[in-house]
């Protein structure tokens, strides 16, 4: 190895070790307002009621927040709201999968897709994840996602991860949410319940950042 790039592996290893430093000395922040809560009671003529799991769902979430809501229209229409967040304490994100808590629950699987939903907040479109899933006559239309920073919609947990240890490093936080939104439907109805479900979450992608939780 010549002198060159060794001075250089050892002012990068220098540099390394500087910040690793300076990131275990700060101050892990808290959650100081939640917010969450304040999103509307109604979203696009839909009037929500608010509802909760028993203790021993939450104690296995182990969320700072948990929003839990049935929003219904006058036609009797009725869309799931479910929202779990967590502080850069508690890691900022859920291992809650509906890929793995559906068939635990006695569900089939019949569909899962990435659909590209556009809001104003995100023009261009962002990824969110799709599930049909049936339980005898019963079927599921479901929509979910992962957010962190307010803003930064993510599709799986890996991009999640990703964008939680940028902000760690960047602004020492790195809190995220999970997002699930759908609607119990039977076969006739599939096309619609998917329709409401995007229109839904694609409102909802523009509502979240307003109401993102406060840590300091």
Known sequence: MSKKSFFLSL?????????????????????????????PMKIQ????????FP?????????????????RDEGGRKIDLYIGYYGTAKGGRTWHM??????????TILKTQKVSVASNFHPKGVDLNYILARKGETLVCLYYWYQS???????TGFE??????????????????????????????IEEGT?????FAEKL??????YWPIEE
Do not use: M
């Not at 003529?45 to 909760?52: H, M, V």
């Not at 920073?149 to 599709?155: D, I, N, P, T």
């Not at 329709?195 to 229109?199: Q, V």
């Open 160 to 189: 999640q991860n990703i964008e939680r240890f940028k902000g760690k490093i960047l602004y020492n936080r790195n809190d995220g949410a999970f997002i699930e939104v759908y609607t119990l439907t039977t076969e006739n109805g």
């Open 149 to 155: 920073a307010g803003k930064k919609v993510l599709s």
């Open 11 to 39: 002012t990068i290893l220098l540099i390394t070790i500087g910040l690793v430093a300076l990131i275990a000395r700060r101050r892990e922040p808290v959650v100081v307002k939640t917010n969450l809560e304040n999103i």
């Open 195 to 199: 329709l409401i479900t995007k229109n």
């Open 98 to 107: 509906p890929k793995g808590c559906l068939p635990a629950g006695g569900w």
């Open 45 to 52: 003529g839909y009037k929500a009621t608010e509802d909760f």
């Open 205 to 210: 992608l523009d509502l979240l950042p307003n």
């Open 55 to 71: 203790d021993s769902v939450y104690e296995v979430l182990n969320a700072d927040s948990n929003i839990y809501r049935h929003y």
